[in-house]
Nanobody, 127 residues
Framework: QVQLVESGGGLVQAGDSLRLSCAAS????????MGWFRQAPGKAREFVSA????????YYVDSVKGRFTISRDTAKNTVYLQMNSLKPDDTAVYFC????????????????????WGQGTQVTVSS
């Protein structure tokens, strides 16, 4: 089992920054990739970014490229999502996820590739 705890959400204004954290515990050695997803009210959960624990390869959805940066601290088993130049469209509950597939042709963007999920943290961006 892997436990994931997100933190760092909040209410900010457009153009501001936030850093989300996801602390992983449990059998993390079986986790190959960590991802961030978000879900806005009335919308489906969507992929935001992912990173592999071993190589640190990163993946982003086009709408956040150049604004968001994913990183990991392997010593702390923690993944971060630095979000800059936030827009009202970024408003959503952000979820951290852990997955074990060693390879992903989709860039770890599919919900089905993840086995464990955090409880989510709310990010609200006002205009």
């Amino acid at each position: 089992q892997v436990q994931l705890v997100e933190s760092g959400g909040g209410l900010v204004q457009a153009g501001d920054s936030l850093r989300l954290s996801c602390a992983a515990s449990g059998r993390t050695f079986r986790t190959y990739a960590m991802g961030w997803f978000r879900q806005a009210p009335g919308k489906a959960r969507e992929f935001v970014s992912a990173i592999t624990w071993g190589t640190g390869s990163t993946y982003y959805v086009d709408s956040v490229k150049g604004r968001f940066t994913i990183s990991r601290d392997t010593a702390k088993n923690t993944v971060y999502l630095q979000m800059n130049s936030l827009k009202p469209d970024d408003t959503a509950v952000y979820f951290c996820a852990a997955g074990s597939p060693p390879y992903s042709p989709s860039g770890f963007s599919r919900i089905s590739e993840y086995d464990y999920w955090g409880q989510g943290t709310q990010v609200t961006v006002s205009s």
